[in-house]
């Protein structure tokens, strides 16, 4: 089979390109955007560029790093995925995964050594995540703890990501960008329990899943929490912008759908669409960090008639 042909059935597979560049694009611009917004600044366009280059090749090599942990555990209950089946090698894995370590490297030093400094601690706590932080038996046996540790990447992006504003512009750290990092890892465990999520018919032999763990009730419960987190800190990030007018609705509307369904769910999972928190969840993720950097910056630029 064609090499691209091979690869492009991959992406489909496990990482779809359009579908997380598109998250990826609104995150990184978010994160650029409202560092700039915090210092009543303009983000610069080479730092967007740099920012969504260089967080879509750390969230694919979350992919990649996944891709190789879980390898036996694949061949085992999973021999479908590609890696099993033999589509895609891991030495042609790590190639890439190299590859993109090389290009981070690159497009950080374009816009300042400082960059790339902020860029080796997301490497370091990704190398730790890959290795289990040298306890896999334990996390492993604590599955909250698994997945506290392993969400905790997502702030450190995004602090790269807005890193990519006030350190290449020269000034300290904004004051309330706590806000953002928080609402950032509270989204990221939106995503992470929605995905994890499933009705009965859906699970999976040797599929760790949180509704397998925990009980279907419980884990959406947690779901709902950890949205109502990230609806708190969300505002929190819009107030040190001053765009609560604008993002308050918006999580006001989000929140009481998101309720509604998940409680359907939670008293008839059959009745409800596949996948339903997983695809509330990247609703939630795509609106409320447009609202937290992109449409406040065009907003105040006069290009949607300002507010």
Avoid: N
């Avoid at 300042?112 to 370091?124: D, E, N, T």
């Avoid at 890193?163 to 290449?168: F, R, Y």
């Avoid at 509330?280 to 992109?294: F, K, Q, R």
């Amino acid at each position: 089979m064609l090499g691209l042909k091979r690869w492009w059935i991959y992406q489909r597979e496990r990482f779809p390109v359009l579908k997380h560049g598109l998250l990826v694009a609104v995150f990184s611009s978010a994160a650029v955007s409202h560092s700039a917004l915090l210092r009543q600044a303009q983000p610069q366009p080479a730092s967007l560029l740099v920012a969504c280059a260089v967080i879509f090749c750390s969230f694919l090599q979350l992919r990649i790093a996944d891709e190789f942990k879980d390898y036996a555990e694949d061949c085992r209950y999973r021999p479908y995925r590609p890696l099993p089946r033999g589509l895609i090698r891991r030495w042609e894995l790590a190639g890439l995964g190299v590859l993109t370590l090389v290009l981070q490297l690159l497009l950080s030093l374009s816009l300042g050594v400082q960059l790339a400094i902020a860029l080796s601690l997301v490497w370091l706590y990704l190398a730790a995540m890959s290795l289990e932080f040298g306890v896999p038996a334990w996390l492993k046996a604590h599955l909250a703890v698994y997945m506290l540790s392993h969400l905790a990447i997502v702030p450190l992006i995004a602090f790269y990501g807005m890193a990519c504003d006030w350190l290449v512009a020269g000034d300290a750290r904004p004051s309330g960008s706590l806000w953002f990092l928080l609402a950032s890892a509270a989204s990221g465990a939106v995503i992470e329990f929605g995905r994890k999520i499933r009705a009965p018919a859906a699970e999976e032999p040797g599929v760790e899943t949180y509704s397998a763990r925990w009980g279907r009730g419980r884990a959406v419960a947690v779901w709902m929490g950890a949205l109502m987190l990230a609806a708190i800190a969300a505002l929190g990030a819009a107030s040190q912008i001053r765009a609560l007018l604008l993002v308050a609705p918006l999580v006001i509307l989000l929140v009481s759908i998101a309720g509604c369904l998940a409680w359907r769910f939670w008293q008839h999972p059959d009745r409800s669409p596949a996948g339903i928190l997983e695809t509330l969840a990247a609703i939630w993720t795509l609106t409320v960090y447009l609202s937290l950097g992109p449409l406040p910056v065009l907003l105040r630029a006069g290009f949607l008639g300002g507010f």
